[in-house]
């Protein structure tokens, strides 16, 4: 069992910050990505999903969740930091069974989705995707709640525009369930930098916003009203071109 104090460490982290200086999580793939970060002086990771199915050799979306939490607890084992775990939907746990296995892969956190791929749908998400009841999720959420207790930072991932719902006032609405559910942060992925404004007077409590390499800086996100900065598998994305450019180099060599 993870020592509650570690979840309060996470969850002191999101709050009274200053503009311009958000909470920056980078995202480990393994272990050797994870030590890199910390090392780096990051005060917490974040696992990406997305990233792990990649490292394991799946789409996203398709690791079996014993594998994940393995993939998890070999992160979590080799760093001192605060991790929190992407969980997806909850891979069909009742919410005992998920913070369970969470807290038994040494996860001080979890980021859960309020949407489901649809046929066809690709790994980065689209409108092909269904959107879940708000109300059902809160009600998921509250029940995750109350099984965790304090020994999780529970971020409630608001899909509207990853799905095509561009109106910032739809993930406001959702938003405000999943607080009110007992959701520590919201994360409304993919929201255009224009909208981060409006989310943020919007929305009580901490504001996840995703970076993206050609977006604005991460000081930038944090005026713009970010508490706090993901970056799904984005740098494992950089990490792989720049290995592709290494061996570019050893054939040339």
Same mark, same amino acid.
């Given at each position: 069992?993870?020592?509650?104090?570690?979840?309060?460490?996470?969850?002191?982290?999101?709050?009274?910050?200053?503009?311009?200086?958000?909470?920056?999580?980078?995202?480990?793939?393994?272990?050797?990505?994870?030590?890199?970060?910390?090392?780096?002086?990051?005060?917490?990771?974040?696992?990406?999903?997305?990233?792990?199915?990649?490292?394991?050799?799946?789409?996203?979306?398709?690791?079996?969740?014993?594998?994940?939490?393995?993939?998890?607890?070999?992160?979590?084992?080799?760093?001192?930091?605060?991790?929190?775990?992407?969980?997806?939907?909850?891979?069909?746990?009742?919410?005992?069974?998920?913070?369970?296995?969470?807290?038994?892969?040494?996860?001080?956190?979890?980021?859960?989705?309020?949407?489901?791929?649809?046929?066809?749908?690709?790994?980065?998400?689209?409108?092909?995707?269904?959107?879940?009841?708000?109300? $059902?999720? &809160?009600?998921?959420? =509250? +029940?995750?709640?109350? *099984? #965790? %207790?304090?020994?999780? @930072?529970?971020?409630?991932?608001?899909?509207?525009?990853?799905?095509?719902?561009?109106?910032? $006032?739809? &993930?406001?609405?959702? =938003? +405000?369930?999943?607080? *009110? #559910? %007992?959701?520590?942060? @919201?994360?409304?992925?993919?929201?255009?930098?224009?909208?981060?404004?409006?989310?943020?007077?919007?929305?009580?409590?901490?504001?996840?916003?995703?970076?993206?390499?050609? %977006?604005?800086?991460?000081?930038?996100?944090?005026?713009?009203?970010?508490?706090?900065?993901?970056?799904?598998?984005?740098?494992?994305?950089?990490?792989?071109?720049?290995?592709?450019?290494?061996?570019?180099?050893?054939?040339?060599?």
């Amino acid at each position: 069992m993870v020592n509650p104090s570690t979840a309060a460490t996470l969850r002191a982290l999101h709050h009274g910050r200053a503009p311009g200086d958000p909470l920056v999580l980078p995202g480990p793939w393994d272990a050797a990505s994870a030590r890199v970060f910390e090392e780096a002086g990051y005060e917490a990771l974040a696992t990406p999903s997305a990233a792990i199915a990649l490292s394991l050799g799946y789409e996203d979306g398709q690791v079996p969740p014993k594998e994940m939490f393995e993939a998890v607890g070999r992160i979590t084992r080799a760093v001192g930091v605060p991790v929190t775990m992407d969980a997806e939907t909850g891979y069909g746990l009742t919410a005992k069974e998920l913070v369970e296995r969470l807290l038994e892969a040494g996860a001080v956190g979890c980021n859960l989705e309020d949407s489901y791929e649809g046929a066809g749908a690709g790994a980065g998400g689209g409108s092909t995707g269904v959107l879940r009841d708000p109300r $059902e999720q &809160a009600d998921w959420l =509250a +029940r995750v709640r109350e *099984a #965790a %207790g304090d020994h999780l @930072v529970v971020n409630a991932r608001v899909d509207t525009f990853v799905r095509g719902v561009a109106d910032p $006032e739809r &993930a406001i609405e959702r =938003a +405000r369930l999943y607080v *009110a #559910a %007992g959701a520590d942060c @919201v994360y409304p992925i993919l929201a255009p930098p224009e909208a981060i404004p409006v989310l943020r007077a919007g929305i009580e409590g901490p504001l996840n916003v995703l970076a993206l390499p050609d %977006g604005p800086s991460l000081r930038e996100l944090g005026e713009l009203g970010a508490t706090r900065v993901t970056f799904g598998p984005g740098l494992l994305r950089r990490t792989m071109a720049a290995l592709r450019d290494i061996t570019d180099g050893l054939r040339r060599a």
